[in-house]
């Protein structure tokens, strides 16, 4: 099936949960229909189809004044928020969820905002906000006895320690990640975990390693890797040629993920793709190398301005 029959056969499918759900006369129920409806859409892939129906879902919550409903629906467009780079929208929607649910004092909703507040805050480089956001989510997460959240959380921190450059720590925490991720069967905490990992491996020096961990992860877990995986990990193993110094192979990966990154439409994927292209081009150590190089990273910093 093609890109295009994709997407068509995503927005069918959108319409025909929206049509079932339209039969539901009560109108709260109908809204946590379609809001379920959305979050299954979303964790399948579907971003678009997600957003159409929990748009609807939303407005039937704020016509009904259903709080936890609004919470709900205002939780998953936070996180549909991130994907789509709209930090903005991120978070004014997910510090609204979470203040909802404190009220309500549901523990599990409070729960599902802190990946997108937590990453938000890791993009702004308030690392502290983010560190102490991802230790209330570890708690909640014990306490409800969510372990696929516990896994979450646990490579969330594995990420901080990357930033800091603790390696070990970084390693440990993903690795105590990765195996609760597969005990449990959580496929996607297994590639988050996986990455982190690769992550580590590359920023520390062990390029090896980190070829490994990537390469496990194209080979195993193909069949569900999302757009966005499949960025990093191009960049990933573009970095990774750079470091030994192969040009043709770390461009052919930076190129492939420049081609992905123009489908998400995200601008710190673009801007990671142009700088891996960057860092590809200034290994001929040249003159018009460098310049093609310097405008490259200028491209970069201005995607990056757009957030």
């Not at 599990?108 to 956001?133: D, F, H, M």
């Not at 990933?236 to 030994?244: H, K, N, S, Y």
């Not at 673009?270 to 700088?275: F, H, K, N, P």
Request: glycine share 12%.
């Amino acid at each position: 099936m093609s890109p295009g029959e994709s997407a068509g056969a995503e927005d069918e499918a959108g319409a025909g949960i929206a049509a079932v759900a339209e039969a539901v006369p009560d109108p709260v129920r109908r809204a946590r229909a379609l809001w379920l409806c959305a979050y299954g859409l979303f964790s399948a892939g579907d971003a678009a189809g997600a957003e159409a129906l929990n748009a609807r879902a939303l407005a039937l919550f704020a016509a009904e004044d259903d709080p936890w409903g609004t919470a709900a629906a205002l939780g998953l467009r936070s996180t549909l928020a991130l994907t789509g780079g709209d930090l903005e929208g991120l978070g004014r929607d997910g510090r609204r969820s979470a203040a909802l649910f404190r009220e309500l004092g549901d523990r599990w909703g409070e729960l599902q905002t802190v990946s997108p507040l937590a990453a938000l805050a890791e993009i702004k480089g308030a690392y502290e906000e983010a560190e102490q956001r991802q230790l209330e989510g570890l708690r909640m997460a014990r306490e409800l006895g969510l372990e696929a959240e516990v896994s979450a959380r646990l490579s969330g921190l594995g990420r901080l320690a990357l930033l800091a450059r603790d390696w070990d720590r970084a390693r440990d925490l993903h690795e105590r990640a990765r195996r609760i991720a597969a005990e449990q069967g959580y496929t996607y905490g297994e590639i988050h975990s996986g990455m982190g990992l690769a992550l580590g491996a590359r920023r520390s020096g062990d390029l090896d390693a980190a070829e490994a961990h990537l390469l496990r992860l194209r080979d195993g877990f193909a069949a569900v890797s999302s757009r966005a995986g499949d960025h990093l990990l191009c960049a990933e193993l573009g970095f990774v040629a750079e470091l030994r110094g192969e040009a043709g192979p770390a461009a052919a990966h930076h190129l492939r993920g420049l081609d992905i990154a123009r489908v998400l439409a995200e601008p710190r994927a673009l801007a990671l793709s142009l700088e891996g292209l960057a860092g590809t081009a200034a290994l001929t150590a040249d003159r018009p190398a460098a310049v093609c190089a310097a405008r490259l990273l200028g491209a970069a910093a201005a995607a990056r301005r757009t957030r």
